[in-house]
């Protein structure tokens, strides 16, 4: 299972928490945001609410007065048309003193204006004193009314003279009944203190702008619609004045939520902030301080471990800590490179006494076999044939002992080999047959000393038999073995094959059983490949059929090791 790097866990737990830190401040400002904003809106829709409310009452109260007059006044407004000139005159004297008084002891209305359209009648009374051209407005206004031309029975907005009003008419039998009041009066009913960054915006049915007070906003256009939304930096808040008719809305534009932040959350957001901030200053001390140096440590390791023995770790750190972890590290590499300098010289000592152990089997193991078949030919009275194999055996001798390289090319193995037959050819004759192909190309390639020789010398100990022929076949080539090109050598006969525990330890399982010498030689040669090439994979055994066994040897083409020892000359 992957270890994971405790610093990089560390810093991943810090990020975490700086997000985690991050997100809960976000969800407090977003939570803080629109608490504050709902105060705020609920702040104005109270203030609209008493303001709105009075400016409601005004107009209720506008048309209370406009329905008196037509209540308490209408034989007056009947006489207006009497065919008598001197009765219309009394009663529009009678109907102009009524609206004074009228509008003296209430001035919610500015002023009202009565005219008849059959008689050209028009009178009017003001609550306050008007200029000559408003006055006149006024009455072509009502006169317009009492044509039908203007819609009656609604509160609208109306401009007449450069002035805008609040006006409502009753029109009827071509009499018209209108009152007056201008928008800046109706719009007074909210005192200037309480204007502070809000805008007040008088709007007909249509959401036509009739006129506004308080903060000027540059897109209000008189008579164009109120073009302005409600978004997260602007508020608008609406009242009903009379319902499809005139409404109050309160906007403020730039909104500064956070100007009503209290204390307690400011210092709590203010907390988050600094924590935020000194967590990146943190994160960023640890990657500096710990993490690059853990980076570089952790590479030179690396690096190291892939066989840069010669490396160290260098650079300057900042902490006392890395600074002694790095130079006691450098110290322990020089101990284990010295160390190991030392173990490889001896293991390599180990090896070659090794080696020389393995030949010291090989060839005395040969050299009993020589003389048992000497002793056994004398007892036979074979005294020709023991001069004829002095003679192969001395030539094998000097083959053996000419040189103490671990390797020789493979036509001296095989001289040597041809020598070995022609000497067992004493012992026994007619009973073996050999046939071996070497290329000419493959000459000189350089195989271990005796290796031939010695799965040779174990065919006539095991497989020779005086009763059948045994037929021994050596096939030098070339073979792809283990991802190189190496030289592989065949030794095949047609004898009994090998037992099965043999075949067993010698293929790679286990080690031989046996204590008492036999087979003695195949293992010492299979010890021998392992300890010249370090690959265990250069040797193959097994039985053939109907009869027989198959060697396969592959040699690469240089050994690992390979030891010389002292020179030995034999002169026979």
């Not at 930096?233 to 005139?246: A, D, F, N």
């Not at 193995?413 to 012992?427: L, P, S, T, V």
């Not at 293992?523 to 055994?541: G, H, I």
């Not at 240089?558 to 002169?571: I, L």
């Amino acid at each position: 299972m992957k270890k994971r790097a405790f610093v990089r866990q560390i810093v991943l737990y810090m990020v975490g928490l700086v997000v985690l830190l991050t997100l809960v401040l976000v969800v407090y400002a977003t939570s803080s945001y629109s608490i504050l904003r709902a105060e705020i809106t609920q702040s104005a829709e109270n203030f609209l609410q008493v303001y709105g409310g009075e400016l409601k009452s005004r107009v209720q109260q506008m048309d209370h007065i406009l329905q008196n007059l037509l209540v308490q006044n209408y034989s007056e407004l009947q006489i207006i048309r009497s065919a008598e000139e001197s009765k219309r005159v009394y009663a529009a004297i009678s109907i102009k003193t009524y609206l004074t008084d009228q509008l003296r002891s209430d001035n919610t209305i500015g002023a009202i204006a009565v005219a008849d359209e059959r008689y050209g009648v028009c009178l009017d009374a003001s609550a306050t004193s008007l200029g000559y051209w408003d006055r006149a407005a006024m009455r072509d206004y009502a006169k317009a009314c009492s044509l039908g031309e203007e819609q009656a029975g609604i509160w609208r907005f109306i401009l007449l003279n450069g002035q805008t009003y609040l006006s409502k008419a009753y029109v009827y039998n071509g009499r018209a009944v209108v009152a007056f009041t201008n928008t800046a009066d109706v719009l007074a009913t909210i005192p200037a203190g309480d204007y502070g960054e809000q805008t007040f915006v008088l709007t007909d049915a249509q959401s036509a702008v009739a006129d506004a007070v308080g903060k000027e906003l540059p897109q209000l256009t008189r008579g164009e619609p109120l073009n302005i939304v409600a978004s997260p930096r602007t508020l608008v808040v609406s009242y009903t004045v009379s319902s499809g008719q005139v409404y109050l809305h309160s906007v403020v534009q730039n909104l500064s939520v956070w100007r009503q932040v209290r204390s307690s959350t400011a210092v709590a957001m203010a907390a988050i902030l600094v924590t935020i901030f000194f967590g990146f200053l943190l994160i960023r001390y640890v990657h500096r301080q710990m993490i690059l140096p853990m980076n570089d440590m952790t590479e030179g390791m690396k690096r190291i471990d892939k066989g840069e023995y010669n490396l160290r770790i260098e650079g300057e750190y900042g902490t006392s800590e890395f600074t002694h972890l790095k130079e006691t590290f450098n110290k322990l590499m020089d101990e284990i490179v010295h160390l190991k300098i030392q173990s490889y010289e001896k293991i390599i000592a180990l090896k070659d006494m090794e080696l020389r152990s393995i030949r010291l089997q090989i060839k005395p193991h040969f050299f009993l076999n020589a003389i048992s078949t000497l002793s056994s030919m004398n007892s036979q009275g074979h005294g020709q044939q023991i001069k004829g194999y002095v003679e192969a055996l001395s030539k094998n001798i000097r083959y053996m002992f000419k040189s103490g390289l671990h390797t020789v090319p493979i036509r001296e193995e095989i001289r040597h080999i041809e020598n070995y037959f022609d000497m067992q050819e004493f012992k026994y004759p007619n009973c073996a047959f050999h046939f071996i192909d070497l290329p000419a190309a493959l000459e000189d390639w350089r195989i271990p000393q005796m290796l031939i020789q010695t799965f040779v010398e174990n065919e006539f100990k095991y497989a020779v038999s005086v009763d059948a022929v045994l037929t021994v076949l050596i096939k030098v080539s070339t073979d792809e073995h283990g991802g190189q090109n190496m030289l592989l050598i065949e030794i095949e006969d047609d004898g009994k094959g090998y037992p099965r525990d043999v075949l067993r330890y010698m293929n790679g399982h286990g080690k031989p059983k046996s204590e008492d010498g036999s087979r003695v030689g195949l293992w010492s040669v299979k010890r021998m490949l392992t300890l010249m090439y370090e690959r265990e994979d250069l040797l193959e055994l097994k039985n053939i059929e109907p009869h027989g066994c198959l060697n396969r040897i592959w040699i690469p083409a240089e050994p690992v090791h390979e030891f010389t020892g002292e020179a030995e000359e034999a002169d026979t």
